[in-house]
């Protein structure tokens, strides 16, 4: 291939040789001399009073080790898990211990480690820790946990409120709304999903006390803030003497960004027992520990004119964080939900107002799209059922409303300035690869005979790249959010990458090779993507919100300009030549208009083998760069779903799905394709089928495996149709936005369009998620579907 052809093919992963011949090398992959093993004793009650915990027992079964309680790590200083994100001054923020110590407050909350010379003595000997409970009433409805005598979660949180947070203009929305010429209305719950990656969490303490240094290996998607955290707030460490490490890693969907306390179990008890010490979930484990998503119950209004154009949104939530603040919980149903709330159109007037809200049960955070999703639920919900209600084909409706390609940078009256975009030009690409016309005619004869064929709509847009260090402090982010790299060209001119992201699924290791080979001119082979290991990459802010390629790329690039800058003057220096007579092409320094050239490998061994060397340069050809963006990235696109429903069962079949999606400039559009499926997997999945159930007596997880929670299967879905628009992002050097949580955002609220499509004509508005046949059958013979 044409070195300088990197950028926008279809390259396939390079990481994939290692995965597909399992020689993947994850946390649990890692065996280290001596090492012990952590399981960790959960609460099985959503509330109680810790009265005791007896460990005797546990202490004497063979191969134990030693059993730590939440006490002894209080007492030994251990302090509480931090949360990154500040909502306003009165936030309340309780501790978070990594054992419970004075009461458990959900079930699976930690009260005992158990560590031993392998896992099942460990597991065995978990089973002989007595733990005298006293049981309180629990809460698990964000909603009840704010009526007046509810069960109180923490007493430094009255009422179970942690935050009360508005955007927008109050009174002009309201305004607007009481003179609107229709008003649509929904409530509805965005329900609480539970992420399930591959693999399941692990982390492996590992101190070594002859260097006083320790190596926390762990399965996250953000190493070095880990490595914060756990130094500066929980253990306090010197940060010099720890060094963590984020092997491979089987996907994280969001449930790996935070720092867990097995993380803070397994790097203290290494320390305190001079041993590693490993923990490894066991898939039940994960559903109660990993944080959980979404989670929100809204009241959502839309006002019009009498030309179908929005005139104002309110939007009330109650977010449901859980027993404790997981690190990015506070800002998740906030600035990532009320900002996205204009959606692609021009709303005058929005104002939202989210409380966020304490119950028992296991902590909500970020879960793919993270705030977005739930934003484009309430606005493609709203503006598709407006259209019903006003007999206006939604993709008309939409049409009036679009934000449109001259009107950029557009100013939104929720805080965010989009830079760029063309909504109608993806809507109208879609509904072209449909054939939007014919689908609605065919809807019409399926009608005439009985069968409910639906046609659902999604317009998204997203903020992602997060983002700029600014703004993140404006907002009460407790960290910067600008992105890494190291490039160190070696004498052979072989090159290696070091990126503060971590790719977990993404692909990194050749989206970014592709770059750099791209600049460089030089064959992919021989460059070497390394991430997840903070010994020897430079302070990164790992990878969520789709941000690697937007600001790590751009970090990458960045560092390469200066490469690029370095490399060309020991060119001119090698042909004698002035540097702006050179041109670099393929890899080639030329002299303009002549055949003289050196080639990059050649500069490289130069650089290095500094013989013949400009006498005011440094030797040797490696350049760091730390990118802080100017502004989020935009993505957006047009989705449509085509379904049918059985009228005898309610049963969803999805028969097509297809997107378009602007992500800017492509760097390699198979990686990028593959990202749009899995998240439309994870959308449909939130729409037909995923939903944490808990009992609201008693506060157990009652869809605790994955027996009960049911994930989408490869025969639930449809070969998906796929197209693409670019408009480059104007201030990033890539022109690139972000693609890792598009399809999940779009998917939801598309899907369920496309149902409520389907039943409109029999007096159906609206049906709880997930859309089991059960809820769907129940809505088309009028009776109550909340059960
Ligand atoms: N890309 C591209 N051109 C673009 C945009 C992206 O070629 N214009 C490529 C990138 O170079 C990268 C991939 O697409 O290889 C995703 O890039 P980006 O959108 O920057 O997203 P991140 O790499 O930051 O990934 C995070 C995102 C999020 S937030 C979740 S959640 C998610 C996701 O990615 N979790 C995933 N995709 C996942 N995929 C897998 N397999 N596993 C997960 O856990």
Redesign the pocket.
């Known amino acids: 291939m044409e070195a300088r052809t990197y950028i926008g093919a279809p390259v396939r992963r390079v990481e994939d040789r290692r995965f597909v011949t399992g020689r993947g090398r994850y946390t649990d992959d890692i065996v280290l001399p001596g090492m012990l093993y952590a399981w960790i004793v959960r609460s099985p009650h959503a509330h109680a009073r810790i009265r005791a915990i007896h460990t005797e027992k546990a202490r004497q079964h063979p191969g134990v080790v030693a059993v730590f309680t939440g006490k002894d790590m209080l007492d030994d200083g251990v302090g509480s898990l931090p949360t990154g994100w500040q909502i306003g001054a009165d936030m309340k923020e309780p501790p978070h211990y990594a054992l419970a110590v004075d009461k458990v407050r959900y079930v699976g909350d930690g009260v005992a480690v158990v560590i031993a010379e392998t896992k099942a003595a460990a597991r065995d000997a978990a089973e002989l820790v007595e733990v005298d409970y006293e049981e309180l009433p629990a809460v698990v409805d964000a909603a009840e946990a704010l009526k007046e005598g509810a069960p109180l979660v923490h007493d430094e949180a009255p009422g179970n409120l942690c935050y009360v947070w508005e955007l927008g203009d109050r009174e002009a929305t309201d305004r607007a709304l009481a003179t609107a010429h229709h008003v649509t209305r929904l409530e509805f719950v965005n329900q609480r999903l539970i992420p399930n990656?591959i693999e399941p969490r692990a982390a492996i303490g590992h101190y070594d006390p002859g260097r006083d240094e320790l190596t926390l290996y762990t399965s996250s998607q953000n190493p070095h803030l880990i490595r914060l955290l756990l130094c500066a707030f929980v253990l306090n460490l010197p940060e010099h003497k720890v060094r963590v490490i984020s092997p491979d890693v089987g996907?994280?969907?969001?449930s790996k960004i935070f720092h867990y306390p097995e993380e803070v179990i397994c790097a203290w008890s290494s320390r305190k027992l001079g041993r590693p010490v490993k923990w490894t979930a066991v898939r039940s484990e994960s559903f109660v520990s990993d944080a959980h998503g979404r989670d929100h119950i809204t009241t959502a209004e839309m006002g019009f004119d009498r030309d179908g154009r929005i005139v104002g949104l309110r939007v009330r939530t109650i977010a449901n964080l859980g027993a404790y603040l997981s690190t990015f919980a506070p800002g998740v149903p906030t600035w990532l939900y009320g900002t996205l709330l204009a959606g692609q159109y021009k709303t005058p007037h929005i104002h939202v107002e989210v409380k966020g809200v304490f119950t028992n049960t296991t902590p909500v955070d970020a879960y793919?799209g993270a705030g977005r999703p739930e934003a484009t639920y309430v606005v493609e919900r709203l503006v598709d059922l407006a259209a019903h209600e006003m007999g206006i084909d939604p993709a008309e409706l939409r049409r009036r409303n679009f934000i449109q390609p001259d009107e950029f940078p557009y100013q939104t009256p929720v805080v965010l300035q989009y830079d760029s975009g063309n909504y109608e030009g993806a809507l109208n690409k879609v509904l072209e690869m449909a054939d939007y016309e014919q689908l609605r005619e065919e809807q019409k004869r399926a009608r005439e005979q009985g069968r409910l064929l639906g046609i659902g709509l999604s317009c998204y847009i997203e903020a992602?790249g997060l983002a700029p260090s600014k703004v993140a402090g404006a907002i009460g982010v407790r960290a910067g959010l600008y992105e890494s790299a190291a490039i160190r060209v070696l004498p052979t001119g072989k090159v290696q990458v070091f990126t503060g992201?971590h790719?977990?699924?993404?692909?990194?290791e050749?989206?970014?090779a592709q770059i750099v080979a791209h600049e460089l001119g030089i064959p992919l082979e021989d460059v070497e993507v390394i991430h997840g290991d903070t010994a020897e990459i430079p302070f990164g802010m790992g990878?969520?919100?789709?941000?690697?390629?937007?600001t790590g790329?751009s970090a990458i690039y960045r560092a390469l300009e200066k490469i690029k800058a370095k490399a060309r003057k020991i060119a001119a220096h090698k042909l004698e030549v002035a540097e702006e007579d050179l041109e670099f092409r393929n890899g080639q320094f030329i002299v303009k208009g002549t055949d003289r050239a050196i080639g990059f490998g050649d500069v490289a061994l130069t650089a290095y083998v500094p013989h013949d060397y400009p006498e005011d340069l440094e030797p040797g050809l490696e350049e760091n760069a730390f990118y802080d963006p100017a502004n989020f990235t935009f993505p957006f696109g047009a989705h449509l779903s085509v379904v049918e429903v059985d009228p005898e069962t309610g049963k969803v079949k999805l028969l097509r799905y297809l997107a378009v999606d602007d992500?800017?400039?492509?760097?390699?559009p198979m990686?990028?394709e593959g990202?749009i499926h899995?998240?439309v997997a994870q959308g449909v999945g939130q729409a037909l089928l995923e939903g944490a159930a808990y009992d609201r007596e008693n506060g157990q997880l009652l869809t605790g495996s994955l027996l009960d929670y049911a994930l989408p299967r490869a025969d639930d879905l449809p070969s998906f149709e796929i197209g693409h628009q670019e408009t480059p992002c104007p201030h990033n050097p890539l022109g690139?936005?972000?693609?890792?949580?598009a399809g999940t955002i779009a998917a939801t609220a598309c899907v369920v369009n496309a149902v409520i499509d389907a039943l409109y004509h029999l007096g159906v508005r609206d049906i709880p998620m997930p859309l089991t046949p059960e809820r769907v059958w129940r809505a088309m013979k009028g009776l109550p579907t909340d059960g």
């Open positions: 990656a996907g994280g969907f969001g793919r992602c992201t790719s977990h699924g993404q692909g990194h050749t989206t970014f990878t969520y919100g789709s941000r690697s390629l937007a790329g992500v800017g400039r492509i760097i390699n990686i990028v990202q899995g998240g690139a936005k972000g693609a890792g949580e």
